[in-house]
């Protein structure tokens, strides 16, 4: 009796001790996401204020500058540099006298702080219920997206206005008291920028009507007020420039991501182009306002408003990358009825809108249609077609949850040493997986890039020198045999056109095709490749970066002919560069045998045959050997290829543990009874 009475304070301790643990980590990781937030808000900052003047805030300068179109008499649409309404050019009327440096800081401080607003209002509004963890760490997040997204930065570097018309909109719709006010607002960011009143309906369908009648008096004010006060550009703009189409750089333009500019650029015009950009805008915009009003009345009022956000960008003749602030807000629509596919919609609006399009997808041309609109297909995508859950489904709170693998015992006591990437028993999501695949293709190609002082006469002399301290190492260990080899293999022409094509093609296709037969066949073994892949490749950007290295192809005076490039005229200074598209001096360690010997390992121990183990195997031999005969390695790249791989399986056992093909069949044969012990003797 004694210890039962004295069991229950110990154990209230422990969880008071277990709760204030958890309140210490919430605050600490609420602590760091802020500085996160001021780091990137001081960094846009100075990125903008440290940039020459004249290459910064340029449409700012074009409208108030000492030169710009609020100072020159007549039309402010002669140019047709002035973009904004007739009301935005009233309202800008008052800053021309102000110096253009203090404007610039002013302004730009300014739009910081309609930025940290934004993120603010934005995070109050998020659809209930939300636990507590998210709710204190929802406002530096949203703030830290909107500073690394592509229209907040365009919005600083110019000097635009776009961040106001938002910010009134989120107000008027989720922060104010009163329809009326709120009707004000939306009506003031109307005036800004017309597509704006595709709110009116969603809040006439919601019965906020005083709201709708209410935006749609302020807006006719505003533009009537700038109409007595600006007639003749008032004309120019609503009658003539049809609400401003035709205004600033050309409609065909990439950065114009509407429903207009995609149709210019499919090569349609006249009067086809037109009828049919009507007749698309109208089903985009019935189809998101009937959306919006679908999720407004779930109680989904953040989601509403940038459902119609996004269609008022595919309506809209011209929405400029500044103007496209709507999509990020979709991020909080919540899709797919699996925990794991929560993550694939919030994924790539985050990329779509912090990537530049070239990165979201890969340069082949029947890609590019897909490419040079991917924020337009986003947003059309969110006003019609995305199946955002309700909060009466029963996936909204609780989705399915994902499999994992049971825990098994290690050889080291801290592995792994993140446990929460534990093995995942079901297939991964494609559409996550391919996302991100290729923006880590996308990063690999641009640091790889960059990794040196390029074809400048600096970088080739390191990597030069490099390459004889290559040299003398492989001639002290009797390694020295790329000339022997290159020369033997340049003698026998069926020889150098296999190895050619050995090396030249199999580099990609080989990865390629062992992760997508994980993917299909062996989805828990797909995971642990994946990750000691890309570990491998981390590390060798660390090496192309820390140790330039010229191949022997690129070695003046050792004689090694480029099978596969040409012969290099070492008279050029820029002979090492070859293209634009890729760094010539990233050789150690070789990424070519690195992959082929990942794929050789990963076959030889997931292959259920002895000859698909030996097939495997046999990738690195050849692979090696085309890089030694096409003169773009040296044996010594083989070998650091090599550490790389076995570096990059370590990490993932270090970090994640061991296979869970493994742990599967550990846990299968202890969940069979043990019918021994139900035996009796005979």
């Not at 910081?112 to 929802?138: I, M």
């Not at 499999?403 to 993140?418: G, I, N």
């Amino acid at each position: 009796m004694a210890n039962a009475e004295h069991s229950g304070p110990p154990t209230e301790a422990l969880g008071t001790t277990a709760a204030g643990e958890a309140q210490a980590r919430l605050r600490a990781a609420r602590l760091a996401l802020w500085l996160v937030a001021a780091v990137l808000a001081v960094r846009q900052v100075a990125v903008v204020l440290s940039t020459p003047r004249g290459e910064r805030l340029t449409d700012l300068e074009t409208w108030v500058g000492p030169d710009g179109v609020l100072h020159v008499n007549g039309s402010l649409y002669d140019s047709t540099r002035f973009t904004g309404t007739p009301f935005a050019g009233l309202v800008l009327k008052p800053l021309t006298r102000t110096a253009e440096q203090a404007l610039g800081w002013g302004w730009t401080f300014g739009t910081l702080l309609l930025v940290v607003a934004l993120g603010l209002v934005a995070a109050r509004a998020l659809p209930q219920p939300v636990s507590r963890r998210t709710s204190l760490l929802a406002a530096p997040v949203a703030i830290s997206l909107l500073m690394l997204s592509l229209p907040v930065r365009n919005t600083l570097w110019l000097g635009q206005t776009s961040i106001i018309p938002v910010l009134l909109v989120l107000l008027g719709c989720l922060a104010v008291r009163g329809q009326r006010a709120g009707g004000l607002l939306i009506g003031i960011a109307a005036a800004l920028q017309p597509t704006v009143l595709l709110f009116a309906p969603l809040l006439w369908f919601t019965d906020r009507r005083r709201a709708a009648l209410s935006t749609a008096l302020t807006f006719a004010a505003c533009t009537a007020v700038a109409w007595a006060a600006m007639a003749h550009d008032s004309y120019r703009y609503w009658v003539h420039h049809m609400a401003g189409t035709g205004l600033g750089g050309a409609a065909d333009d990439l950065a114009n991501q509407s429903l207009h500019g995609a149709l210019l650029r499919l090569g349609l015009s006249g009067p086809l182009e037109i009828a049919l950009f009507l007749l698309l805008g109208a089903a985009v915009a019935v189809l998101g306002v009937r959306r919006a009003v679908r999720y407004a009345g779930d109680e989904q009022l953040l989601l509403a408003v940038a459902v119609t956000g996004c269609a008022a960008i595919a309506v809209s003749p011209t929405t400029w990358q500044h103007q496209l602030l709507w999509v990020l807000l979709a991020v909080v629509g919540r899709v797919g009825k699996r925990a794991s596919d929560r993550l694939v919609w919030p994924v790539a609006v985050v990329l779509v809108m912090t990537l530049p399009a070239k990165m979201m997808l890969p340069n082949m041309t029947p890609l590019l249609v897909l490419r040079d609109n991917v924020v337009l297909l986003a947003a059309v995508a969110a006003a019609t077609a995305v199946p955002f859950l309700s909060r009466t489904s029963p996936y909204y709170r609780s989705p399915i949850p994902t499999e994992y693998a049971p825990p098994v015992p290690t050889r080291f006591e801290r592995v792994p040493l993140l446990p929460f990437l534990r093995r995942v028993l079901t297939r991964p999501n494609l559409l996550l997986e391919l996302l991100l695949i290729r923006v880590t293709y996308a990063a690999y190609q641009q640091v790889r890039l960059a990794a040196t002082g390029g074809s400048n006469s600096a970088g080739r002399a390191v990597a030069e020198r490099h390459g004889e301290q290559i040299l003398g190492i492989e001639r002290f260990l009797r390694l020295d045999i790329e000339h022997w080899v290159n020369h033997a293999v340049v003698e026998v022409d069926w020889l150098r056109n296999f190895f050619d094509f050995y090396y030249t093609s199999f580099h990609f296709v080989v990865p390629l095709t062992v992760l997508g037969l994980l993917y299909w066949r062996r989805p828990v073994d797909y995971r642990w490749a994946r990750s000691s892949l890309g570990l491998t490749t981390l590390l060798a950007l660390v090496g192309f970066w820390l140790y330039p290295l010229a191949p022997p192809r690129l070695m003046p005076g050792l004689g090694i002919i480029d099978t596969v490039h040409g012969v290099q005229d070492f008279s050029k200074p820029d002979y090492g560069t070859l293209t634009a598209l890729t760094n010539q001096y990233a050789a150690m360690p070789s990424l070519h045998f690195g992959w082929s010997l990942w794929c050789g390992l990963v076959i030889a121990i997931v292959a259920p045959r002895w000859w698909m183990k030996g097939l495997g195997l046999l990738h690195p031999l050849f692979t090696a050997s085309a890089i030694v005969a096409t003169g773009n390695h040296w044996i010594l790249d083989a070998v650091g290829g090599a550490a790389a791989v076995a570096a990059g399986f370590g990490l993932s056992y270090l970090f994640q543990g061991p296979r869970a093909r493994t742990t599967v069949r550990a846990a299968e044969v202890s969940s069979q009874p043990d019918l021994t012990k139900d035996r009796t003797p005979s």
